[in-house]
């Protein structure tokens, strides 16, 4: 199983991961805002379909460095989606609003690995462009490493640096 992206269609990307934690656990921190912050993003998730799940970033919290001026405005940003799967502990989906278009949609399903541990499947439809594409691909990718780091109580890498470094090389692969 690769830890990178893949491209499905022009507007469709795809990640494959596996985490050494239950389905549960990993469910926990996807949902639970508190848990979430220390990967990705905070805020509240409606546990319904139709509801709203929303999306806190604060990046100080994942980085030492700041970000690269492309990202300036992302440092901290608040956006809100809606619920459109809620199933725990094995699917959750919902709309991530996106400047580009009408928003686009995050599936994320979970399952038990057969060796133990829980395999994810992410599919990021709706993307309206190569830079939204390769944006997303990295920064899936950066924060499923963080998640990676925090299940493994291991010291969780710096935000900024890594998704860059992921930028370029899902750059040079597109």
């Not at 992206?5 to 022009?10: E, K, M, N, S, W």
């Not at 139709?50 to 901290?76: C, M, T, W």
Request: with cysteine; hydrophobic share 35%.
């Amino acid at each position: 199983m690769s830890d990178y992206a893949r491209l499905v269609d022009g507007s469709t990307i795809e990640f494959r991961r596996h985490f050494e934690a239950d389905v549960s656990r990993v469910w926990e921190f996807l949902t639970d805002p508190k848990k979430r912050e220390r990967w990705f993003c905070g805020g509240d998730v409606e546990p319904r379909k139709g509801g709203k799940i929303v999306f806190d970033f604060d990046h100080r919290r994942l980085s030492n460095s700041p970000p690269p001026e492309k990202y300036a405005d992302e440092e901290q940003a608040y956006y809100e989606g809606e619920v459109l799967v809620y199933d725990p502990p094995h699917r959750l989906a919902f709309t991530w609003p996106e400047e580009y278009g009408e928003g686009t949609q995050v599936e994320i399903e979970l399952t038990e690995a057969s060796g133990g541990g829980t395999d994810m499947v992410l599919v990021h439809r709706k993307l309206a462009n190569r830079e939204f594409r390769i944006g997303a691909m990295a920064g899936w990718h950066a924060h499923f490493d963080l998640l990676e780091d925090v299940l493994s109580a291991r010291s969780v890498r710096d935000f900024w640096p890594h998704h860059m470094a992921l930028e370029g090389e899902y750059e040079s692969r597109a």
